[in-house]
């Protein structure tokens, strides 16, 4: 289980490295030193949220499902806000004023995904049973 969280750590620091990289080539004329170190911070914020947090919450945890819901929207959203700043402080103090609205959002999404993903890993789990079975 590590070495597979370690596996995703990486591979989502570096993968977010070139896209944070690539979509900054579009916006940015010059970039100054220290927003390097901010991509790097935002990349390793991102892959430490969907590549450990969120596949111990959604796979490994045992809590109960709001619990995992309200923890995984409150990070996701957390970390959001802080990744955001890092970015471009401009667009945070633009959807600053709006993080109620974002916070009842990701919650609500949080809540539809949690749901679907669950009903398709109990769809997933009765198929491998019935295999099981049938042999």
Do not use: D
């Amino acid at each position: 289980m590590i070495k597979q969280y370690k596996n995703r750590f990486i591979q989502g620091t570096l993968l977010t490295i070139i896209w944070i990289v690539f979509l900054t080539g579009f916006t940015r004329q010059t970039m100054e030193v220290t927003f390097f170190w901010n991509i790097l911070l935002i990349s390793v914020s991102l892959s430490l949220i969907f590549g450990v947090i969120y596949p111990y919450i959604w796979n490994y945890s045992t809590w109960i499902a709001p619990i995992s819901i309200i923890l995984s929207s409150v990070i996701n959203f957390l970390t959001g806000y802080f990744v955001l700043y890092l970015y471009s402080k401009i667009l945070f103090h633009l959807t600053l004023p709006y993080w109620l609205v974002i916070l009842c959002v990701t919650i609500l999404l949080h809540v539809i995904f949690f749901y679907f993903y669950r009903k398709y890993q109990n769809e997933k789990m009765a198929r491998e049973l019935n295999q099981l079975r049938q042999r």
